[in-house]
């Protein structure tokens, strides 16, 4: 696929790179910003961020990949990430998003996820995107909520995480 860069005037998004790993695990070494991720362990450190990228980065060589990271870079810095999961060509995908907690409460997220949005629905053609929320994180709620998600559902012991179980929302918007 070709490696698409979204400019906006107060964020870049863009295909990963290694050299992002200094970043990221800065970033994501911080309990605040992971307890929200289900996938991603705490403490993080370098070796999970280049594990991390090196899977993200070889999916942008795939014509047609299951999934499409982005990293939100902020001032030049790589400051957080943005992806659509389980894409399913021409019909729906999941999307998934973390930002570091120095740029919280500020509407970057909000606008990172209208821009992936459409990417989404214009790029890929897709129908549906879906998103699964912690019942804990009322902030990511907001997000999508902002941008056009609504709530499909509770999912109780939706994820794993540290040996505990969390409940989720699903959200989700439809291209009309």
Do not use: C, Q
Request: aromatic share 10%; no cysteine; glycine share 8%.
């Amino acid at each position: 696929m070709k490696r698409k860069v979204i400019k906006s005037e107060r964020f870049v998004l863009r295909p990963p790179k290694m050299e992002d790993a200094p970043y990221l695990a800065k970033h994501l070494n911080d309990s605040e910003v992971t307890d929200n991720l289900a996938s991603v362990p705490f403490p993080y450190g370098l070796k999970d961020a280049n594990h991390w990228l090196k899977g993200a980065v070889a999916v942008w060589r795939k014509k047609r990949p299951g999934k499409l990271n982005f990293i939100i870079e902020i001032d030049g810095e790589p400051a957080g990430s943005i992806g659509l999961d389980y894409i399913e060509e021409n019909h729906k995908a999941e999307i998934g998003y973390w930002l570091a907690k120095n740029h919280w409460g500020r509407g970057i997220m909000s606008e990172v996820l209208k821009e992936i949005t459409k990417f989404g629905f214009g790029e890929l053609d897709l129908k549906r995107i879906t998103a699964k929320v912690f019942a804990g994180n009322p902030a990511s709620k907001k997000v999508l909520e902002k941008n056009g998600f609504t709530e499909e559902g509770f999912l109780r012991k939706e994820a794993k995480k540290e040996g505990k179980y969390h409940d989720a929302y699903l959200m989700a918007k439809i291209k009309h």
